[in-house]
RNA sequence: GGGUUGUUAGCUCAGUUGGCUAGAGCGUCUCGUUUACACCGAGAAGGUCGGGGGUUCGAGCCCCUCACAACCCACCA
């Protein structure tokens, strides 16, 4: 026996892994490069039946945390299923250098060891921390493996791949020949600590408490006063500004005033920058050192002094402030104000201050001079065909909300001071001599630090891509996209990521696909929202509730894991995630595998041929003995279908349900798929495997034993569950005596054929056995289905079906009754059923009963309420007002039955 | 200030164009160890679908409005 009474996901995973890459079973059948097989010169492949993912890669060193096993779950659910329908699928996995992620922990590790980046050159750096991934590298590969993601590892990309450099080296020289590249001095949010500056998008805002203080700045026979919450940035200002509309300041614009601590005379000029309801209605303006002061210098053409250096000191300040840190500076400043009787008071304030999404520092807009993408006409052109609906997002408004973001993009800073990434590959003119050499020149040979061209000399410069400029070109680098090759994997079928990155990385990469390739790099896009703990609170290391992927496959499974968190999820939505929906995944692992094993044991035992397959299968030995006759439901030929590998036929009514309910499952879980709804998915193979198939059906089988539709159910569920469960059903697969080959690369199921009218009389016999049961559990009394037998009239569904009503409700005995009606009469409106009960017991059922005729009359009463509007029959649809007539009629015999047991009490 | 989303059972969530008595998992309660499964089986309790108004024969779903919550963008001298 290969079935253990219980499916131990530990015993398997591994080496079903293990076998399936073995196999290389998840390469793409379709060449991924062009094929041409007839010598005529043009590629033989073709794009009908391709379908494409790119996993968003995680970081190389790291290890996978729960946002990663969403996306796999996600990802790997859409490929399994689509590889069953029979596409040529390709899954790429990637692996990211994670350019300021790796080089923070980098740095950390060398301050540790008493170094500091300064002591190397940037290409050292670069070795360095290159060797230090490698070290690292390999454990999220693994992890990757245990989530059972089914991707083509042979064509793993890695961020720094040499084409991915190639690629972004080609698309930077196209920009900067485009003139979308500029080197221009402009403020960008630089991080004192880590010595980088960011792009607007990867600053934090956090609100904050500060202190808003009143300054005097003086004036020939007068003041003007200013609020500030950064004094010590005084020795920038250029100006001070008020609103040309303000009455109060009108007559002062155009003279000037004397800027404080400082011997030194700045104009006031009028700029609308300056809100005449905020404080004294009028702002230092410190070009250098904030944003909004820097677009009214560009207006102003104010002069930009920079007082902050790039470590925090203060610098071209008076001597006595000069290399003070900006915090000893705010200090000194305010306290001179005030001994030169210009402090003018203070107040608090909460307001925004910008930190380092990593390490939290106070972000310090500083002027430097970087590379910015324009992207106006990245922008625009993204715009125009996201409005052409070229891509369908799910969920559909975050197309309205990525338009809304392009509409508003401002350049984009992709100079980062870090030196683990893409170097820029950009040499700047060393020479003095007055010459007609451009300061700037682009050159692929970022390995050296210096070239000359043309008997000039040029130095590179040291900064490197932000990582979502190369990002962007995922797809294209993915998919090995090239200008002069048809690529059937290109654009993707769809991108799956997390919906907090749609600005980042979804909305550049929209760009970038369009830029270089021309078309959208992907039909589709899935947004996961963020998991949250059990109560909804976002996980952190700080709060102690994050939840390791990791610990979960291991405690339950990989299958368990992945029916969890995909389980009540929808797409964009931040969602709360719990170990309970893990355990109720490895219990329908479980429950599968039992029912595996079942199934296995009544094939074993039948010594089943294909000869006599479509004979009656055996009926148990009980009921050959048994004077009931045969089961039928009236008709004379049963459905066979032989389009199975294994034939099969219905036999009686629970079979020809059974195989409906399993096509409206492939039906349900078909359109789910088609549309991104995997809990719904999930949910409805859930219901259909445990509470009809192994409640129903199974139960029906332990009398009637088909064989052959066992076989073939079993495989059909098997493989509609495989794509979120794949390691249970393959160990399943693999355990079964009469299946090839794996189940991961197995077909997807045709629809069962039936007979239809057999099926819905099943459902009958459902609402007669839940009536007996549910009447047994109310009676007084405890074991009242060993103690009561069953009496019943006139009733062919129940005389045809005595042996297996018997084994569902457990019954002792089933009888026609002969005479006098005795004991409970059963509250079924089309069935004669009696539950042979003493006069003593059914006395007591008395206010059940009383409370049952209640109900119904309730109903009956809503039933005729509507029947009594006339605009409900004149305007509702034919079919419900003849529902509701029915429904009248059935409720109506009911009652009256029920009254009459009611009387005989 | 602009935008997005949400509010349905004790908890976490479904509920596709309006249409039978609003569903599931987990939890709770009762009963049951029957040879696939106690990671089980049978049964049950639990909901004025955030409040108010409107449209409609009919609203959890559409419209208006209010409240509360979360997130994003901008601004914050």
Redesign the pocket.
Known sequence: MKFA????PGEYESDIYGAWEASDIFAPPVPTVPVDNNGDGKDDRDNKNTYSIVMPPPNANGNLHIGHGLTIAVEDSLIRYHRLKGNSTWYIPGADHAGFETWVVYERNLEKQGHTRFEYDRNELYARVWDFVAEQRGNMELQLRALGASCSWDDLTFTLDENVIDRVYTTFEKMWNDGMIYRGEKLVNFCPKHQTAFA??EVE?KDEKGT?WDIAYTYDGGEII?????PETLFGDAAVAVNPEDERYKDLIGKTVHLPLANKEIPIIADEH??P???T????ITPAH???DFEVGERHNLERIKVISENGTMINVPEKYYGLTTAECRKQVLKDLKAADLFRGEKQ????VAHCYKCGTVLEPMLKEQWFVDVEKLASVAIKHLEQNEIKFH?A?KQ??LI??LK?LKDWNISRQIPWGIAIPMFRRVTDAATDEPDWIFDRRTHLKEIEVGGTKYVRDEDTFDTWFSSSHWPIVCTDWTEDNFNPYYPLNVMETGA?IL?AWVARMIMMGLYVTGEVPFKEVYLHGLV?D???Q?MSKSKGNVINPMDLVAKYGSDAFRLGIL????AG??????E??V??G??L???LW??A??IQ?TVDDSNETLENVHQRPCATNEERRSEVPPVTTGRNERVVDESFSTPYSTLNMGEDWICREINDCLNQVE?SMK?Y?F??AI?VL??TI??KY??WF??SQ?IFKNTGLLKQTLETILIALHPFAPFVTEAIWQNLSWTDGFIATAKWPNKLKFDPISAAEFEGLISVV?EV??TL??LPG??NAKKYSLLYGNDSLVEDNLMLIRTLT?VPAINSLDGQPRGLRLALANHELYLDVPEKVVTEYKDALTEKILSVGR?LD??NARMM?P??VN???EH?VK?TKD?IKEKESLISRLKTQLDLI
């Not at 304030?349 to 925004?352: G, K």
């Not at 389980?567 to 929808?570: C, F, K």
């Open positions: 009474s219980s499916y131990e607007d998008i805002h808003l200013v609020s500030t919450t950064r300056a809100d309801e905020y404080g209605g009028a702002v230092k904030d944003f909004d304030l909460v307001h925004s969920p408004n309205k909300v809304n973001y508003n907090d600005f949250l059990a109560h909804g976002k389980r009540g999820r929808s939505m931040n969602q709360a995630f719990s309970n929906s355990i109720a490895r219990n692992c479980n429950k039992n029912i094993r079942l044991s359109s549309n709804r809990a719904e949910e859930y219901q445990w509470d192994a409640d199974l139960e332990k839940s049961r549910g559990q109310a405890t074991n457990k109903e809503a039933l509007n605009n409900y305007k509702a649809p419900l529902e429904q």
